[in-house]
């Protein structure tokens, strides 16, 4: 099993480690998910996410064979851009969502998540037949998301001026040389940092040395502050069968490329929903949908939200489904009424 360099503090600090898909990270620490959630929502927290991947593809060849598998349209990135978006095979069908960055004229460098790192690479090799141009860097770095709305003074002390939503800096910075972007997993002001492995640690603590209301947090909160944003999970929203477009990302894939992954006419099979129940259960993954009696979606995500006090979760339903009518889910053999709502859950 793969550890991060922050592997040390995390165990020194009584962290709860699990293994997330082949690393060994922290879920959450003595304070618990609930305190590490709600810190985020009102001050800051700190988090490992190391296990993401860094892949670059660098020179003329290799980004144009990253033109061929990624949805964005890379030569219309700025540079210190960063864009949204994903890794396609020909017929559309999703191998990945990564964030995109353009470093230079001639260099991208993707973060992919870090289940599907060798996913990725190994796609790659297949489609250029063992060319793969791509320098999978992974192992040189640390990632650290320091998230919250403390975050947007607290950022000041490290760098001299704020950065625009989903752009990034590179260069050294307070004797730290990393990658900074503003960019995040939780729907709140935010940034990543991805720094080398060496400094990951004195960078942790100095993050967490700006102010007593910074916490460290773990995997868990992680997915609660994400499921709230509405943001979608790779292997619970996303998988290798649908298409951006089965799950309500079609904003994300400019309408010129989609011919290039056979989507141009293409027709959703699912749409994504996201619902509360206002009684005290919680929805889980693999929660039926039902509507009229009928089977019409399934759960990809659902817990309870420490904000909304509440059960909330996404679901992938027919296409065809009439929004307008009434949808339960059904939990241990009952059904609950849903109450559909606009993603995200909570709005900033």
């Avoid at 935010?190 to 960078?203: H, P, Q, R, S, T």
């Avoid at 759960?299 to 309870?304: L, Q, R």
Wanted: aromatic content about 10%; hydrophobic content about 40%; charged content about 25%.
């Amino acid at each position: 099993m793969k550890t991060t360099a922050l592997k040390p503090w995390h165990e020194s600090h009584h962290a709860k480690m699990i293994d997330f898909y082949n690393t060994l990270l922290p879920v959450h620490y003595e304070t618990g998910i609930i305190l590490e959630h709600e810190a985020v929502r009102t001050q800051a927290g700190i988090f490992d996410v190391s296990h993401m991947g860094q892949l670059f593809f660098k020179g003329e060849r290799a980004l144009n064979q990253a033109r061929q598998v990624l949805s964005m349209d890379i030569d219309a990135l700025n540079i210190n851009q960063v864009k949204y978006g994903f890794v396609l095979r020909k017929d559309g069908t999703l191998v990945d969502d990564v964030l995109c960055m353009k470093t230079c004229p001639d260099e991208v460098l993707i973060i992919v998540n870090g289940a599907n790192k060798d996913k990725v690479v190994e796609y790659l090799s297949e489609t250029f037949k063992d060319e793969s141009l791509v320098e999978d860097e992974s192992d040189l770095y640390s990632v650290i998301a320091f998230q919250g709305p403390l975050t947007q003074t607290l950022i000041q002390q490290l760098i001299p001026e704020p950065l625009d939503y989903y752009t990034f800096k590179h260069g050294t910075f307070n004797g730290f040389e990393m990658f900074i972007s503003r960019t995040g997993y939780t729907g709140e002001h935010g940034y990543e940092f991805i720094v080398a492995n060496k400094d990951a640690e004195k960078l942790w603590t100095y993050l967490l040395s700006l102010s007593d209301q910074v916490l460290p947090c773990g995997l868990g909160a992680r997915d609660s502050l994400r499921l709230e944003a509405g943001m979608p999970l790779y292997g619970h929203e996303l998988n290798d069968h649908l298409t951006p477009l089965d799950v309500g990302l079609g904003m994300f894939m400019p309408k010129t490329r989609r011919h290039l992954f056979g989507l141009e006419d293409y027709v959703p099979h699912t749409k994504r929903i996201g619902f509360i129940l206002n009684e005290k259960v919680i929805p889980r993954e693999g929660y039926e949908i039902t509507q009229d009696g009928q089977v019409v979606g399934v759960v990809s995500s659902g817990t309870f939200s420490p904000s909304l006090k509440r059960g909330i979760a996404m679901a992938l339903i027919k296409a065809d489904c009439d929004l307008n009518t009434d949808f339960n889910c059904i939990i241990r053999s009952k059904p609950y009424r849903l109450e559909i709502i606009k993603l995200p859950f909570i709005k900033k």
